[in-house]
Protein backbone atom coordinates (compact mmCIF):
# COMPACT_ATOMS: atom_id res chain seq x y z
CA UNK A 1 0.00 0.00 0.00
CA UNK A 2 1.74 3.12 -1.01
CA UNK A 3 -1.55 5.80 -0.18
CA UNK A 4 -1.16 9.09 0.81
CA UNK A 5 -4.41 10.84 1.70
CA UNK A 6 -4.82 14.65 1.21
CA UNK A 7 -8.14 16.40 2.59
CA UNK A 8 -9.68 18.23 1.41
CA UNK A 9 -10.05 17.89 -2.29
CA UNK A 10 -10.94 21.17 -3.23
CA UNK A 11 -10.76 24.28 -0.64
CA UNK A 12 -12.18 28.11 -2.07
CA UNK A 13 -11.25 30.76 0.53
CA UNK A 14 -10.96 34.19 0.63
CA UNK A 15 -8.16 36.37 1.33
CA UNK A 16 -8.64 36.90 5.06
CA UNK A 17 -9.46 33.31 5.88
CA UNK A 18 -7.47 30.94 7.72
CA UNK A 19 -8.21 27.22 6.37
CA UNK A 20 -5.68 24.13 7.28
CA UNK A 21 -5.11 21.11 4.62
CA UNK A 22 -4.08 17.86 5.85
CA UNK A 23 -2.09 15.14 4.65
CA UNK A 24 -1.94 11.66 6.36
CA UNK A 25 0.18 8.46 5.47
CA UNK A 26 0.38 5.11 7.35
CA UNK A 27 2.93 3.54 5.40
CA UNK A 28 5.82 4.36 8.27
CA UNK A 29 7.86 6.58 6.26
CA UNK A 30 9.57 8.80 8.59
CA UNK A 31 9.90 12.10 5.70
CA UNK A 32 7.08 13.84 4.70
CA UNK A 33 6.84 17.15 2.16
CA UNK A 34 4.74 19.98 1.28
CA UNK A 35 4.70 20.72 -2.94
CA UNK A 36 3.15 23.68 -4.70
CA UNK A 37 2.16 23.16 -8.84
CA UNK A 38 1.05 25.56 -10.90
CA UNK A 39 -0.51 24.35 -13.87
CA UNK A 40 1.13 22.78 -16.74
CA UNK A 41 4.32 23.46 -14.36
CA UNK A 42 6.19 20.49 -12.36
CA UNK A 43 5.94 20.67 -8.39
CA UNK A 44 7.96 23.40 -5.98
CA UNK A 45 8.82 21.99 -3.20
CA UNK A 46 8.23 24.30 -0.22
CA UNK A 47 9.16 21.97 2.97
CA UNK A 48 10.27 18.97 3.99
CA UNK A 49 9.82 17.32 7.62
CA UNK A 50 12.53 14.43 8.00
CA UNK A 51 11.62 12.35 11.56
CA UNK A 52 9.03 15.27 12.60
CA UNK A 53 11.15 17.67 12.25
CA UNK A 54 11.54 20.51 9.75
CA UNK A 55 14.62 20.10 7.63
CA UNK A 56 13.79 22.29 4.44
CA UNK A 57 11.95 25.58 4.06
CA UNK A 58 12.15 26.50 0.91
CA UNK A 59 12.26 30.42 1.62
CA UNK A 60 7.92 30.09 1.75
CA UNK A 61 6.34 33.25 2.94
CA UNK A 62 4.68 33.23 6.49
CA UNK A 63 1.39 32.76 5.38
CA UNK A 64 2.08 29.09 5.17
CA UNK A 65 2.99 27.26 7.94
CA UNK A 66 3.84 23.63 8.20
CA UNK A 67 3.35 21.24 10.95
CA UNK A 68 3.96 17.76 11.61
CA UNK A 69 2.05 16.79 14.37
CA UNK A 70 3.17 13.06 14.34
CA UNK A 71 5.27 10.52 12.06
CA UNK A 72 1.67 9.64 10.21
CA UNK A 73 0.67 13.39 9.35
CA UNK A 74 1.02 16.54 7.71
CA UNK A 75 -0.45 20.00 8.12
CA UNK A 76 -0.18 23.02 6.42
CA UNK A 77 -2.36 26.12 7.95
CA UNK A 78 -2.65 29.02 5.30
CA UNK A 79 -3.54 32.58 6.44
CA UNK A 80 -3.56 36.04 4.27
CA UNK A 81 -3.66 33.98 1.21
CA UNK A 82 -3.18 35.87 -2.41
CA UNK A 83 -4.55 34.96 -5.51
CA UNK A 84 -1.54 33.85 -6.73
CA UNK A 85 -1.61 30.84 -4.36
CA UNK A 86 -4.27 29.46 -6.08
CA UNK A 87 -2.55 26.56 -7.23
CA UNK A 88 -2.38 22.57 -6.51
CA UNK A 89 -0.69 21.49 -3.24
CA UNK A 90 0.59 18.31 -3.07
CA UNK A 91 2.00 16.12 0.07
CA UNK A 92 4.13 13.39 -0.46
CA UNK A 93 5.85 11.14 2.04
CA UNK A 94 9.32 8.78 1.74
CA UNK A 95 11.15 6.07 3.30
CA UNK A 96 14.83 6.11 4.27
CA UNK A 97 17.55 5.37 1.34
CA UNK A 98 16.23 5.10 -1.15
CA UNK A 99 14.66 8.56 -1.32
CA UNK A 100 11.47 6.88 -2.97
CA UNK A 101 8.56 10.39 -2.96
CA UNK A 102 5.15 8.72 -2.69
CA UNK A 103 1.96 11.65 -3.92
CA UNK A 104 -1.22 12.37 -2.94
CA UNK A 105 -4.00 13.43 -4.71
CA UNK A 106 -3.54 16.80 -3.68
CA UNK A 107 -5.70 19.87 -2.49
CA UNK A 108 -6.88 22.49 -5.37
CA UNK A 109 -6.82 25.48 -3.46
CA UNK A 110 -8.84 28.94 -5.04
CA UNK A 111 -7.83 32.17 -3.39
CA UNK A 112 -10.35 34.59 -4.11
CA UNK B 1 23.42 20.21 -7.94
CA UNK B 2 20.88 18.15 -10.23
CA UNK B 3 19.31 19.08 -13.21
CA UNK B 4 16.78 17.40 -15.48
CA UNK B 5 15.95 18.09 -19.19
CA UNK B 6 12.79 16.75 -21.17
CA UNK B 7 13.32 17.29 -24.63
CA UNK B 8 9.91 17.60 -25.72
CA UNK B 9 7.15 19.54 -24.13
CA UNK B 10 4.33 18.04 -26.15
CA UNK B 11 4.21 14.28 -27.47
CA UNK B 12 1.09 14.01 -29.74
CA UNK B 13 0.92 10.12 -31.33
CA UNK B 14 -2.12 7.59 -32.63
CA UNK B 15 -3.41 5.16 -30.55
CA UNK B 16 -1.40 1.64 -30.73
CA UNK B 17 1.73 3.81 -31.77
CA UNK B 18 4.64 3.30 -29.83
CA UNK B 19 6.27 6.55 -27.96
CA UNK B 20 9.56 7.59 -26.50
CA UNK B 21 9.68 10.03 -23.77
CA UNK B 22 12.81 11.56 -23.82
CA UNK B 23 15.05 12.66 -20.27
CA UNK B 24 18.39 13.55 -20.29
CA UNK B 25 19.90 14.53 -16.64
CA UNK B 26 22.61 16.29 -15.21
CA UNK B 27 24.74 15.79 -11.87
CA UNK B 28 28.12 15.23 -10.62
CA UNK B 29 27.53 11.96 -8.77
CA UNK B 30 25.69 8.92 -8.97
CA UNK B 31 21.96 9.34 -8.94
CA UNK B 32 18.40 8.11 -8.82
CA UNK B 33 16.19 7.99 -11.49
CA UNK B 34 12.21 7.82 -11.78
CA UNK B 35 9.36 8.78 -14.12
CA UNK B 36 6.00 10.08 -12.67
CA UNK B 37 2.72 10.53 -14.39
CA UNK B 38 0.07 13.20 -13.80
CA UNK B 39 -3.63 12.47 -14.91
CA UNK B 40 -5.38 15.50 -15.37
CA UNK B 41 -6.78 16.68 -11.83
CA UNK B 42 -4.73 14.18 -10.03
CA UNK B 43 -1.65 13.64 -8.36
CA UNK B 44 1.68 12.07 -9.11
CA UNK B 45 1.97 8.45 -10.00
CA UNK B 46 5.21 6.29 -9.56
CA UNK B 47 5.50 4.91 -12.91
CA UNK B 48 8.79 3.76 -12.23
CA UNK B 49 12.44 3.84 -10.81
CA UNK B 50 16.01 3.28 -11.53
CA UNK B 51 17.80 2.60 -8.19
CA UNK B 52 21.02 0.32 -9.24
CA UNK B 53 21.56 -2.75 -10.93
CA UNK B 54 19.65 -3.84 -14.78
CA UNK B 55 20.03 -0.70 -17.02
CA UNK B 56 16.07 -1.93 -18.56
CA UNK B 57 13.56 -0.95 -15.90
CA UNK B 58 9.59 -2.25 -15.92
CA UNK B 59 6.72 -0.15 -14.55
CA UNK B 60 3.19 -0.19 -14.17
CA UNK B 61 0.91 0.26 -16.91
CA UNK B 62 3.16 -1.64 -19.60
CA UNK B 63 5.88 1.25 -19.37
CA UNK B 64 10.10 0.52 -19.24
CA UNK B 65 13.08 3.15 -19.44
CA UNK B 66 16.40 2.55 -19.83
CA UNK B 67 19.38 4.10 -17.90
CA UNK B 68 22.06 4.85 -20.08
CA UNK B 69 24.95 6.37 -17.89
CA UNK B 70 27.59 7.24 -20.75
CA UNK B 71 24.72 9.70 -22.36
CA UNK B 72 23.33 10.44 -19.02
CA UNK B 73 19.93 9.74 -19.97
CA UNK B 74 16.62 7.91 -18.61
CA UNK B 75 13.93 7.47 -21.67
CA UNK B 76 10.67 6.13 -21.09
CA UNK B 77 8.89 3.67 -23.69
CA UNK B 78 5.81 2.11 -24.59
CA UNK B 79 5.38 -0.18 -27.27
CA UNK B 80 1.97 0.40 -27.95
CA UNK B 81 -0.18 3.58 -26.15
CA UNK B 82 -4.32 3.75 -25.21
CA UNK B 83 -5.98 6.76 -24.89
CA UNK B 84 -5.68 6.62 -21.18
CA UNK B 85 -2.20 7.54 -21.25
CA UNK B 86 -2.33 10.71 -22.30
CA UNK B 87 -1.32 12.41 -19.18
CA UNK B 88 1.94 14.67 -17.77
CA UNK B 89 4.85 12.63 -17.81
CA UNK B 90 8.06 14.07 -15.11
CA UNK B 91 11.49 12.66 -14.96
CA UNK B 92 12.91 13.54 -11.53
CA UNK B 93 16.38 12.69 -10.08
CA UNK B 94 17.42 12.59 -6.31
CA UNK B 95 21.72 11.57 -5.00
CA UNK B 96 22.64 8.22 -4.73
CA UNK B 97 22.43 7.56 -0.94
CA UNK B 98 20.69 9.96 0.08
CA UNK B 99 18.20 9.87 3.33
CA UNK B 100 15.09 10.61 3.07
CA UNK B 101 13.57 14.11 3.32
CA UNK B 102 16.36 15.03 0.43
CA UNK B 103 15.06 16.97 -2.83
CA UNK B 104 13.94 15.65 -5.94
CA UNK B 105 14.76 17.80 -9.35
CA UNK B 106 11.97 17.35 -11.64
CA UNK B 107 12.01 18.08 -15.53
CA UNK B 108 9.58 20.25 -16.60
CA UNK B 109 7.59 17.84 -18.01
CA UNK B 110 6.47 16.48 -21.13
CA UNK B 111 2.39 16.62 -21.94
CA UNK B 112 1.77 13.18 -23.99
CA UNK B 113 -1.47 13.27 -25.79
CA UNK B 114 -2.92 9.88 -27.41
CA UNK B 115 -5.33 10.57 -30.33
CA UNK B 116 -7.55 7.73 -32.04
Known amino acids: DTEVTQTPKHLVMGMTNKKSLKCEQHMGHRAMYWYKQKAKKPPELMFVYSYEKLSINESVPSRFSPECPNSSLLNLHLHALQPEDSALYLC???????????FGAGTRLSVL | AQSVTQLDSQVPVFEEAPVELRCNYS??????LFWYVQYPNQGLQLLLK??????LVKGINGFEAEFNKSQTSFHLRKPSVHISDTAEYFCAVSRYGETSGSRLTFGEGTQLTVNP
Open chain 2, 27 to 32: SSVSVY
Open chain 1, 92 to 102: ASSQDVPNIQY
Open chain 2, 50 to 55: YLSGST
